[in-house]
């Protein structure tokens, strides 16, 4: 008898352990399922736009106030400002104008 009794135990007690490992999957899934979700919601889009450069304006000052999430440095930028608008140097004049990157976050 107290072995019938002892597998009953066993059997309940892996039954309760498959049905809280189940549980916790499951929950799991979800809630990074709606984490994945929440991400998704929001994107970032990348345009583009002219502006006039103003007295005292510098190349550094610009791409430091306009720079994009997808540069890791101020540099790095200042290299594509200078790309985009077919600058050799860091000189800009006051009245011309400059082609820059801006983003705007847009909801789905």
Do not use: P
Not at 2 to 28: F, P
Not at 44 to 53: A, H, L
Not at 78 to 84: C, F, G, H, I, R
């Amino acid at each position: 008898m107290r072995r019938k009794v002892s597998k009953r135990r066993l059997r309940n007690r892996i039954r309760n352990l498959c049905a809280t490992v189940i549980i916790a999957l499951a929950g799991s899934i979800i809630f990074g399922a709606f984490l994945v979700s929440a991400h998704e919601n929001t994107s970032v889009s990348v345009y583009y736009k002219s502006i006039e450069i103003q007295h005292g304006d510098t190349l550094w000052n610009i791409a430091e106030d306009t720079m994009t999430s997808e540069y890791d440095s101020t540099a790095e930028y200042v290299e594509v400002l200078k790309d985009m608008n077919n600058l050799s140097s860091d000189q800009i004049h006051a009245g011309s104008h400059l082609m820059i990157a801006y983003e705007a976050s847009e909801l789905k």
